[in-house]
Nanobody, 116 residues
Framework: QVQLVESGGGLVQPGGSLRLSCAVSGTLFSNLAMGWYRQAPGKQRELVADRTRSGYTNYVDSVKGRFTISRDNAKNTVYLQMNSLKPEDTAVYHC??????????WGQGTQVTVSS
């Protein structure tokens, strides 16, 4: 069973930082393209950042220069480092994985709240 277990969400002040983690089990990690999505109440879900198996990264314009997606193959874990956080970053963040055969997997979601 493929599982994505997220951690690292919480409450942070504007300008602060958080690092989200997504630990993957049950499949070959090297075959996965990984991503982070977010959805705020009343808003559409959007892709925040993703990283292909080849290492290509992509970010939504609003987080470029502030967020970094990375992966630690030894730990089968993907991270989203979030710096200079803004109130508009407040959302539920979900880890996402897509394997070589097109199957999609989701984490349970973790709440990120940016507020003073």
């Amino acid at each position: 069973q493929v599982q994505l277990v997220e951690s690292g969400g919480g409450l942070v002040q504007p300008g602060g930082s958080l690092r989200l983690s997504c630990a993957v089990s049950g499949t070959l990690f090297s075959n996965l393209a990984m991503g982070w999505y977010r959805q705020a109440p009343g808003k559409q879900r959007e892709l925040v950042a993703d990283r292909t198996r080849s290492g290509y990264t992509n970010y939504v314009d609003s987080v470029k220069g502030r967020f970094t997606i990375s992966r630690d193959n030894a730990k089968n874990t993907v991270y989203l480092q979030m710096n200079s956080l803004k109130p508009e970053d407040t959302a539920v963040y979900h880890c996402n994985a897509k394997d070589f055969w097109g199957r999609v997997y989701w984490g349970q979601g973790t709440q990120v709240t940016v507020s003073s």
